[in-house]
């Protein structure tokens, strides 16, 4: 990202399903509460159980850290609430797909639905100096989710994609399952959009 998270930014994280989108914005949440400042991490994902237990898998039990989780999805009208109750700086929300906004008549995960969710996280972000990290699920021909219209409010287009090696025969080489490469993908207002970064996402937490 050129630097850092920038308050005010919008990142849009797009991986494969598996690729580990879940993992790195946890560790993203814990090391900006390892600087005493306060995240918070939304997921529609996973039940609150599940969620807090990954979490201690991954030695993420940092008091900065505040978990939200909902199976049923991510108001993002009540998220935005709890945010400012908890004092948190960053939000990372997983994901776009699982959120929703209470007045838009689109049923969850639509494109028009998605937009809508991009827009109020733009303005709330913008309006309460905060930044935000969101992944978006990909579609079968690796296009992020939503429409070009969603794309073109948020400030960074950040893709993550495995890199694995095999050798000859066709075997992979275990040592080079969990890395990812991270990389601007074709838009950046925070910084060069020539960014690239590998990240090792091994069982028991990534690291870059």
Not at 81 to 100: M, Y
Not at 151 to 171: E, F, I, K, N, S
Not at 195 to 201: C, H, P, Y
């Amino acid at each position: 990202l050129g630097g850092g998270v920038v308050y005010e930014k919008r990142i849009m994280l797009g991986a494969p399903r598996g690729a580990g989108k879940t993992t790195l914005l946890l560790e993203a949440a814990d090391g900006f509460a390892r600087e005493g400042r306060t995240s918070y991490f939304a997921s529609g994902e996973m039940s609150g159980h599940s969620n807090i237990d990954y979490a201690k898998r991954l030695g993420i039990m940092n008091e900065h850290v505040h978990l939200f989780c909902d199976e049923k999805g991510i108001d993002v009208e009540v998220l935005f609430e709890n945010v400012v109750a908890a004092g948190a700086r960053l939000v990372l929300i997983d994901s776009l797909q699982l959120c929703t906004v209470s007045d838009v008549k689109a049923d969850v995960g639509t494109p028009t639905m998605i937009d809508a969710v991009v827009n109020m996280l733009s303005s709330f972000v913008q309006k309460r100096r905060r930044a935000v990290i969101a992944i978006s699920h990909l579609n079968k021909e690796g296009d992020y989710a939503g429409t070009e219209k969603g794309q073109h409010l948020v400030d960074a287009l950040v893709r993550m994609d495995p890199r694995r090696v095999y050798t000859p025969d066709g075997r992979l080489v275990p040592e080079t399952d969990g890395l990812r490469e991270l990389y601007i993908d074709g838009k950046s207002r925070q910084g060069p959009a020539n960014l690239r970064a590998m990240v090792e996402l091994p069982p028991e937490g990534g690291r870059i």
